[in-house]
């Protein structure tokens, strides 16, 4: 279970960023985090991380997030963050995938059949001795994943995961994400894609929750849409309101 209790997020400069945000998220549900820019979801995916400061509270498999614990935290919830190249800057995706686990004081042996595993999961064994230099904007992404998984999280929070992608590496992420067992919350302004991936969305607004239900519900109604700053998916009955 992911508990998120009263979050606030305030920038130096008194720009309350979250504004006391609550939910939970149970063992493999999947949330998309939608919102406008400047809607506080990048900062609140961080503040759930540990990255940055907040106040409230942040329960990780009954652990509470603070000072004392947060390498517990990090090995819990993973972070995928919207330019992969923020998590691949090793010699090759082996090294890169193989950091984290290391870190932890994993053996050698383990760490390579961890590695191996999520390799052939993502369907990216092909890229094991690779340099994130010469790979395509779909084959980062996926080291970026694999980067994470190695860490076998409970959690996963992504950043806007289809950016930079062409549409067959987008909908092999779709594939992808759609098997995992993780809880995830996936903050994202592909609102089809959160409804393929997500069952339940939550749209931000000014970092406050705005809306939330069923992402097959919410995320085709115009009005609701458009008073979160969002623009609905279109069905035959939205084109038709249009008219």
Do not use: W
Not at 131 to 139: D, I, M, R, Y
Not at 231 to 241: Q, R, V
């Amino acid at each position: 279970m992911f508990k998120i209790e009263n979050l606030s997020v305030k920038y130096p400069d008194g720009t309350l960023a979250v504004d006391n945000f609550t939910m939970n998220i149970s063992s493999g549900e999947h949330i998309a985090l939608a919102g406008g820019n400047g809607a506080g979801k990048t900062t609140l995916i961080l503040a759930l991380a540990g990255i940055i400061e907040s106040d409230g509270k942040v329960i990780v498999d009954n652990i509470e997030l603070n000072k004392k614990n947060i390498s517990e935290i990090r090995k819990k919830v993973g972070v995928v963050f919207q330019n992969p190249d923020d998590q691949l800057f090793m010699a090759n995706i082996y090294e890169d995938i193989a950091f984290g686990p290391r870190n932890l004081g994993i053996d050698e042996e383990t760490i390579r059949h961890r590695v191996d595993d999520r390799l052939k999961l993502l369907n990216i064994e092909h890229l094991k001795y690779k340099t994130a230099l010469k790979l395509s904007g779909g084959e980062k992404r996926m080291a970026a994943i694999a980067t994470v998984l190695a860490m076998k999280p409970s959690v996963m929070l992504l950043d806007e995961p289809t950016a930079f992608l062409d549409p067959k590496s987008r909908r092999n992420l779709i594939n992808i994400l759609k098997k995992l067992p993780h809880s995830m919350l996936i903050a994202t302004h592909d609102l089809t894609f959160a409804n393929e991936v997500c069952e339940n969305t939550v749209i931000l607004k000014y970092g406050k929750i705005f809306s939330q239900g069923k992402s097959s519900e919410i995320l085709y109604d115009n009005d609701l849409m458009n008073r979160g700053n969002l623009e609905a998916i279109e069905n035959d009955y939205n084109k038709t309101t249009k008219q």
